[in-house]
């Protein structure tokens, strides 16, 4: 954390200014908005082609290795949350776990870029609009720096393109030279 990450917070953290309804906008896609994505995930899986029931499997064990992840790195690096320093305003109660990285943005991006691994079309780019929206809100509500949910953004989705090649890589035919065929 740095004094560049703390002026972003301070930029971006609701005021006490801030009308009610943006708070509880910020606050129910900050509580739903990643369980809506794995139901989404789900029924875009199971209602599409059979090739796309990978992307629901990919996007669960990215889910898992992000929740994993995030729970170990919080363990060896703690990391105060905003409000732990006083900073800002927190608009919902989070307690004093470690801030980093978010778990929510890990999780949103690992599932969002588990379908834009799979698919390129307005899924996936909605998909990638609700993570960031996730991570934003928890700024916005004061429970993370911009550093937990950009670090959280890059781990998930690095975390999806571990499992996209640990699970879905073709396997390559070796030719031998010797073998030549007819």
Request: contains cysteine; hydrophobic residues 60%.
């Amino acid at each position: 954390m740095n004094i560049l990450d703390m002026s972003l917070f301070a930029l971006v953290n609701a005021s006490a200014d801030t009308p009610m309804w943006q708070i509880h906008i910020a606050a129910m896609t900050s509580k739903f908005l990643p369980g809506a994505m794995v139901l989404l995930l789900a029924g875009l899986a199971l209602l599409g082609p059979e090739r796309h029931r990978r992307v629901l499997w990919a996007g669960l064990l990215s889910l898992l290795l992000a929740w994993v992840s995030v729970s170990l790195l919080r363990y060896w690096m703690p990391m105060p949350r905003p409000a732990a320093l006083d900073m800002g305003i927190q608009w919902l109660a989070q307690g004093q776990r470690a801030s980093f990285p978010s778990m929510h943005a890990t999780g949103a991006f690992a599932v969002a870029m588990s379908l834009c691994l799979e698919r390129r079309d307005r899924w996936a780019l909605l998909f990638v609009l609700a993570a960031s929206a996730v991570a934003w809100s928890r700024v916005y509500l004061g429970l993370h720096f911009p550093t937990d949910v950009l670090a959280g953004a890059a781990l998930g989705a690095l975390l999806a393109l571990a499992v996209r090649l640990a699970l879905f890589r073709r396997p390559r035919t070796v030719r031998d030279p010797r073998r030549a065929l007819p």
